[in-house]
């Protein structure tokens, strides 16, 4: 079996540990991998995962190999790689994986080059590096694809580009856009998750501080609420009136980043766009201001101004933090390099919310596999009744009931005609 990662064994019987804490968190991802081992709905296909390799994931490459795929993963993201996990995988669970935590540029893409060696069928991404490589360098395995499942947002924007250009030349389903999804994962996992990462980084004390989130979408939400939660004030910046009023009417100051960089003391961007803290904003900001990310790419934060405008740069004053002293002699603290914080300094989404996810992708890897040469080259979506399957199931393991229509009701909701 070929591989690349850290060390298996300085590392697998660490991983191991935290793949198996974190399964008993997903007990979703648990029935449907119960189902698969019985049914093998994917026997027969080879598969090729690009995700953030954590132990959520190492769950879901378990349940897809447990239906019967040949799986091999790669990192979607340098930075977010746990290596205990990449080893345990390769040594326990007999899955190979392409994926070191801070690889360079290069080796992060000889990693992506080797998942597409595999000559998949199925490819899951999270960001949609490797779609896009299908598409730009490696066209002749292109031609074996049924399908591509997308999990994040940022990919699913590259996607909708691609299909809007008639480039696309497989069919994607947009797992990120599922409710199952977006609503838990991007809203609560990133919300949490990326707090959790800021304060492992610095330990910085919420309560009292100003706050500032770029971006009100799912995530922004999600870390707008609970940075509230912690004592902070929040102010949120956005570019759409509509997100910018639900922001306002949720509680939050709303203004442009040019009035926030004067007072905020963190900055957090979730907004899947490019320089949206620039250097006219790095100048205003004050003494010790803390900056980071936890959209999908490093780009948010413009990390060549703010080296450029830096008189001096201290490399790690402290783990994943960075000092870049200015012309004017402020310092900005940067963290985890300006990549997902919350992947960086700790440990991504919580199994909890996961499971959700990681269900609905590897009920849609069995959807794809059963529709196969039935589906055009476009962007789809994830069918209401696996949506509802991982809501039914994810109610039930929380021990939690809820209503049903009676025929009165359904006959009233079904009517054009009854007021009363
Ligand atoms: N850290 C993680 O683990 C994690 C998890 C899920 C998604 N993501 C990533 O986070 C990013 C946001 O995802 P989302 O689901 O919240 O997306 P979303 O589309 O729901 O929200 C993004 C928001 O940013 C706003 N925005 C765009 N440009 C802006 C600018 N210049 N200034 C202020 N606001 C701006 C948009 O108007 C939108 O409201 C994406 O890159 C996504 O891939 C990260």
Same mark, same amino acid.
């Given at each position: 079996m070929n591989y690349h990662v850290k060390d298996l064994k300085k590392y697998a019987d660490e991983g191991k540990k935290r793949i198996l804490w974190a399964d008993g968190d997903m007990p979703v991802l648990q029935q449907v991998r119960d189902e698969f081992t019985k049914r093998k709905p994917l026997k027969g296909m080879r598969m090729s995962a690009c995700l953030h390799i954590t132990a959520e994931t190492a769950n879901l490459a378990r349940t897809v190999k447990a239906g019967g795929a040949d799986l091999v993963l790669c990192a979607s993201n340098p930075l977010s790689t746990q290596d205990d996990v990449a080893a345990s995988l390769v040594r326990d669970f007999k899955i190979p994986v392409f994926a070191i935590r801070a690889e360079d540029r290069k080796t992060y893409y000889q990693h992506i080059k080797? $998942?597409?060696?595999?000559?998949?069928?199925? &490819? /899951?991404?999270? !960001?949609?590096? +490797?779609? @896009?490589?299908?598409? &730009?360098? *490696?066209?002749?395995? $292109?031609?074996?694809?049924i399908c591509s499942l997308e999990e994040t947002t940022t990919g699913v924007i590259r996607l909708r580009s691609m299909e809007k250009q008639n480039s696309l030349l497989f069919p994607v389903i947009a797992v990120n856009d599922a409710a199952t999804k977006n609503l838990f994962d991007n809203r609560y996992g990133t919300g949490q998750s990326t707090m959790d990462g800021i304060i492992r980084a610095t330990d910085f004390l919420l309560a009292g501080k100003r706050v500032v989130i770029a971006g009100y979408g799912w995530c922004g *939400?999600?870390? $707008? /609420? *609970?940075? @509230? !939660? /912690?004592?902070? @004030?929040?102010?949120? &910046?956005?570019?759409?009136?509509i997100k910018a009023l639900e922001a306002a009417m949720d509680g939050f100051l709303v203004m442009p980043m040019a009035q926030a960089a004067k007072v905020g003391d963190l900055f957090v961007t979730l907004t899947g766009n490019k320089h949206v803290i620039r250097p006219e904003h790095f100048r205003k900001m004050k003494d010790g201001a803390i900056v980071c990310n936890s959209g999908h790419f490093d780009v948010e934060l413009d990390l060549v101004g703010l080296k450029k405008m830096a008189q001096k740069t201290r490399r790690q004053v402290r783990n994943h933090v960075d000092e870049f002293t200015l012309k004017n002699n402020k310092r900005i603290f940067l963290l985890a390099e300006g990549r997902l914080i919350n992947l960086a300094a700790a440990e991504g989404h919580p199994a909890s919310v996961m499971d959700m996810s990681f269900s609905t992708q590897a009920l849609v890897g069995q959807f794809v596999v059963k529709q196969k040469g039935k589906l055009a080259p476009k962007v789809h979506d994830v069918p209401q &009744?696996?949506?509802?399957?991982? $809501?039914? +199931?994810? +109610? #039930?393991? /929380? !021990?939690? #009931?809820i209503d049903t229509l009676t025929p009165v009701q359904t006959a009233y909701l079904a009517s054009s005609t009854e007021g009363t």
């Open positions: 080797a $998942a597409i060696d595999h000559q998949p069928h199925v &490819t /899951m991404d999270d !960001g949609c590096d +490797l779609v @896009n490589e299908l598409h &730009t360098k *490696r066209q002749k395995e $292109a031609e074996n694809i *939400r999600g870390c $707008a /609420m *609970r940075a @509230n !939660g /912690m004592g902070a @004030n929040v102010i949120v &910046t956005e570019v759409d009136k &009744t696996i949506e509802q399957k991982v $809501a039914h +199931l994810k +109610l #039930k393991s /929380m !021990g939690l #009931k």
